[in-house]
């Protein structure tokens, strides 16, 4: 997670306590990665607790202390000169890290984006995991059959669980300010520009709508072809709620904006003028350019789904499809494959593909969350990671595990990627497919069984749960073999 102004002032103040104070400081200056700190006395200097603060590494080179900070020195040096008060030094041209400063290649870009991806829904996940939970809480009233599904308590809370979801552009575009040093304000108003009520109306009237038909191909209501134009340009008809990619998108250009913005201006306007340009800029730039990149990404691998699934080889790609599902639901992708399960839906009158890919996905993250929640020592990894599988397993919430344990340990995602796979083998040899639509959970399996007066009315019904089942074990005892605390101990200290 990246790192604000305050935790810099915090690290550079932790530092000196732990130096022996302002007192014990001869002089400080810094290299290209290592914050360099000359003492008076080195036996007052505590370089165990320095190493647990979130630094790279720390090591006494004579009478010198060597922070190892990384790419932040700059800031923390900034922070370490203005708490201390010692004479700020010009940087000495020297890399002691040449591995943390090399320039990134194609590998180490596509590396970070999905670091990155987690690093802006991570802060947000209290408010995920709270309306997941008390969806889970509703479903269970309902079918104990406490409260009547029709009841006006179960609307209400309805549509409060499904808040967190509907506005997540604007949590996100929140979380997303905090990685790419942007200020929080403009980050969540980003966000509200693509969940606007007059903007939302604009680019359901320019989409259109398709109406699913069960007896025959969906009506389809034409649209405008666009959410009205902006400096004579029409502006793209995209749902932006429940995304994720084109909020974080429009916030890391934001970023480069206002840095910017705040090297030109003068401090003394800086406060009115700085949001003010970065906002005229980022309205053309974010409603013409990049929140329509990221649904058009969405809408061209739906498109190119349903032309693989289509093709002659589309069930030996049913594992992969399911192996790599997480991918696609951490970018929000899933979201337009509702309108291809309608399409192969009709065309094979049940959907062999990502509603099987659904169900799957979600057992075998709720499996991979509970292997961490059992080998898990850190009580806060624990209970996040039970609260997970939980959310997962019972009302299908899958944001909460996705982002805080699977895609953040990386080995428990490897597991429930294989595990994902074994299932989507068995889907495919055994033709397991859903007959209706709704969410993965475990109150909707029976989408699975069969509406027509058939024999074998229970039979995909009863393959889907073999394919969760073996999937969900399968990832179960991977993640108990390869997940290793101490290395999510690591990941959790470096943020």
Same mark, same amino acid.
């Given at each position: 997670?990246?790192? +604000? ?36 006395? +080195? ?34 040096? !900034? ?21 943390? +400063? ?23 996940? *209290? ?8 969806? &889970? #809480?509703?479903?269970? @009233? ?9 009841? *006006? ?43 606007? *009520? !007059? ?43 429940? +995304? ?6 429009? #916030? ?49 691998? &739906? ?13 030996? @790609? ?18 337009? @494959?509702?309108? #291809? ?87 495919? @040899? ?15 399996? *029976? ?6 007066? #058939?024999?074998?009315?229970?039979? !995909? ?27 999510? !101990? ?6």
């Amino acid at each position: 997670m990246a790192k +604000t102004e305050k935790d810099f002032k915090q690290i550079a103040s932790r530092i000196i306590e732990l130096v022996g104070g302002k007192d014990n400081i001869a002089h400080a200056g810094h290299c290209m990665t290592r914050l360099r700190i000359t003492t008076k006395d +080195t036996s007052l200097v505590n370089l165990d607790e320095i190493r647990k603060l979130g630094v790279i590494g720390a090591q006494m080179v004579g009478d010198q202390v060597q922070v190892i900070i990384g790419n932040d020195i700059n800031e923390v040096y !900034d922070a370490f000169v203005n708490a201390s008060g010692v004479v700020r030094e010009a940087a000495i041209n020297e890399n002691l890290d040449p591995e943390l +400063t090399k320039k990134k290649g194609i590998k180490e870009i596509l590396g970070s984006i999905f670091p990155a991806i987690v690093a802006c829904v991570f802060p947000i996940l *209290p408010a995920l995991l709270a309306c997941g939970l008390l969806q &889970a #809480v509703v479903l269970l @009233l309902v079918n104990l059959h406490v409260l009547s599904a029709d009841s *006006p308590t179960v609307a209400t809370l309805t549509w409060v669980y499904n808040v967190a979801y509907y506005f997540l552009p604007v949590l996100v575009g929140y979380a997303a300010s905090r990685r790419f040093n942007v200020k929080a304000a403009m980050g969540i108003l980003m966000g509200l520009i693509l969940v606007y *009520p !007059d903007f939302v109306a604009l680019c359901q009237q320019g989409a259109g709508a398709t109406i699913p038909n069960p007896g025959g191909p969906p009506t389809i209501i034409p649209g405008t072809g666009n959410a009205g134009f902006l400096f004579g340009l029409p502006i793209y008809p995209a749902t932006y709620s429940n +995304t994720i990619i084109p909020v974080i998108l429009c #916030v890391f250009v934001m970023g480069y904006i206002e840095k910017f913005l705040n090297k030109i201006i003068p401090k003394s306007i800086r406060f009115v003028f700085v949001p003010l340009l970065e906002l005229l800029i980022m309205i053309p730039l974010g409603l013409l350019v990049m929140a329509p990149i990221g649904a058009r990404l969405s809408s061209a691998f &739906a498109g190119l789904l349903i032309g693989l699934f289509s093709s002659p080889f589309g069930k030996i @790609l049913i594992p992969v499809f399911c192996a790599v599902y997480p991918f696609i639901v951490i970018t929000g992708m899933h979201f337009n @494959l509702m309108a #291809v399960g309608v399409a192969i839906g009709s065309r094979y009158g049940k959907n062999p593909i990502n509603h099987p890919a659904g169900f799957i996905f979600q057992y075998t993250q709720a499996a991979a969350c509970l292997a961490v929640a059992l080998k898990a020592k850190n009580a806060d990894r624990r209970s996040l990671a039970l609260s997970c599988a939980f959310s997962d397993a019972v009302p299908g919430i899958s944001e909460p595990g996705l982002y805080g344990i699977t895609f953040k340990y990386k080995k428990s995602l490897y597991a429930a990627m294989i595990g994902s796979a074994v299932g989507g083998l068995i889907c495919a @040899l055994l033709n397991v497919g859903s007959y209706a639509g709704g969410p993965p959970n475990i109150f909707t399996f *029976p989408v699975f069984i069969n509406p027509a007066p #058939v024999p074998n009315q229970m039979a !995909d019904l009863r393959n889907i749960i073999i394919a969760v089942v073996v999937a969900a074990v399968v990832t179960f005892a991977l993640t108990m073999v390869f997940y290793k605390d101490e290395e999510a !101990d690591k990941i959790d200290a470096q943020g």
